[in-house]
């Protein structure tokens, strides 16, 4: 009898020091979780859970990569859109001046001073065929370190990339979409071979000239080069609102990814702190089996 009392007791004392080490294992788990903040420690935690907080922790990085093309993005088609209010102002402008030189009751030395104002405002806009956003020179097509357009005399120069090349800047602002955000500065404004600056600079010749003629032939010109650029200027401003409405669809599913993150992987702190409490409750009455237990097995092993 006294060796089943034994083996009772044995059994009794493993199966408390069982329970005891099980206890002190979510004890351990809830004082780490209270922590560090965190549901989700290791793998063996919430192997599911674990599963759709990485999706979840991919989408939420690849939406904020998608949020920071985007606001670059934006920044540059605001600036492009505004330099090209500036072109499409300076184009009006010498469509008055055009207006006013084809006139004949302006006179040669009339005529002459519209010309050096023409002239003025070709330089104006090589200028603005050259603006800069921080490094960016963004009519510059591919090769934004450059500057693009460079003039001697009469001679306006376009070497940026051109509108037959590969010109487009792109970025991504979604799974498989993407968008372009530059226009070549030659589409815009050409060159002295061709475009608006042929345009400006045979102006600019024949109001020097006084020819009435050629200067009519201009205005004509400058009004279908304009249209043309606000044509240009559409598009630019259709793909800031496409970029605007995109930014505001990731914004939101970016949210909607952190509420879900939090939700996964958050802890409920004051529910934790009850668990914690319930939990070194069960530790401390495991303890005091234990106590009682122990006594009784090395009695029953002596006897």
Do not use: C
Request: aromatic fraction near 4%; glycine fraction near 6%.
């Amino acid at each position: 009898m006294a060796g089943i009392g034994r083996i009772a007791t044995g059994y009794q004392s493993q199966q408390s020091n069982q329970w005891l080490q099980q206890s002190q294992v979510r004890l351990n788990k809830i004082q780490e979780q209270a922590s560090l903040g965190r549901k989700i420690i290791r793998a063996s935690d919430d192997p599911l859970g674990l599963t759709q907080l990485l999706s979840v922790t991919r989408s939420m990085n690849e939406d904020e990569q998608y949020i920071k093309n985007i606001a670059t993005g934006v920044s540059e088609l605001k600036a492009t859109d505004a330099a090209m209010t500036q072109m499409v102002e300076i184009l009006q402008r010498a469509k008055e001046l055009a207006t006013q030189g084809s006139n004949v009751t302006t006179g040669a030395n009339g005529m002459l001073s519209i010309s050096k104002e023409v002239n003025s405002l070709t330089d104006q806009l090589v200028q603005l065929g050259n603006f800069k956003l921080g490094d960016i020179h963004l009519f510059a097509g591919s090769t934004t370190d450059s500057v693009p357009y460079t003039r001697v005399g009469d001679v306006v120069t376009y070497s940026g990339t051109p509108s037959t090349g590969s010109f487009q800047r792109q970025i991504d602002v979604a799974k498989n979409s993407s968008v372009t955000l530059n226009v070549t500065g030659d589409t815009l404004l050409g060159d002295t071979t061709a475009g608006v600056f042929k345009t400006m600079i045979d102006l600019k010749n024949a109001l020097a000239a006084a020819d009435t003629t050629t200067t009519r032939t201009q205005l004509d010109l400058l009004t279908t080069q304009m249209n043309s650029l606000l044509s240009s200027q559409a598009t630019i401003g259709s793909t800031l609102n496409q970029l605007n409405a995109t930014q505001d669809r990731t914004q939101t599913r970016q949210d909607s990814s952190a509420q879900l993150y939090s939700t996964l992987q958050d802890v409920d702190m004051p529910k934790l702190v009850t668990d914690l409490r319930f939990q070194e409750q069960i530790n401390q009455s495991s303890l005091g089996v234990m106590a009682r237990i122990l006594p009784q097995s090395l009695f029953s092993f002596l006897r």
